[in-house]
């Protein structure tokens, strides 16, 4: 089964900038939306962003709103999560996932990758 592949995370200051990529592992995988989720130690896994993948609207958690941006590019089959303005409460896990339609469940997740924002 396809799954999806993050990079860029890494160790960043805050106030500081990274950017995550994902794409799935399939170049002929068909996507509805693409979304963000991360889950930092000790807490259930939270939604950060998603995009509608033909129309390009985005949704953002309030949490992130203004700070991180979630967008496409179609001919790469490329989800990204630009995370500006960083703080340490946004030390976390990061996961990419997919789904194929608004009723399905996001079945298709990547491995995670590691944001670490210091103080």
């Known amino acids: 089964q396809a799954h999806m592949v993050e990079s860029g995370g890494g160790l960043v200051q805050a106030g500081g900038s990274l950017r995550l990529s994902c794409a799935p592992s399939?170049?002929?995988?068909?996507?509805?939306?693409m979304g963000w989720f991360r889950q930092a130690p000790g807490k259930e896994r939270e939604f950060v962003a998603r995009?509608?993948?033909?129309?390009?609207?985005?949704y953002h958690a309030d949490s992130v709103k203004g700070r991180f941006t979630i967008s496409r590019d179609s001919a790469e089959n490329t989800a990204y999560l630009q995370m500006n303005s960083l703080k340490p409460e946004d030390t976390a896990v990061y996961y990419c996932?997919?789904?194929?339609?608004?009723?399905?469940?996001?079945?298709?997740w990547g491995q995670g990758t590691q944001v670490t924002v210091s103080s």
């Open positions: 996932a997919a789904r194929k339609s608004l009723s399905a469940a996001w079945d298709y």
């Open positions: 399939e170049r002929t995988f068909s996507t509805y939306s």
């Open positions: 995009i509608h993948w033909s129309t390009g609207i985005t």
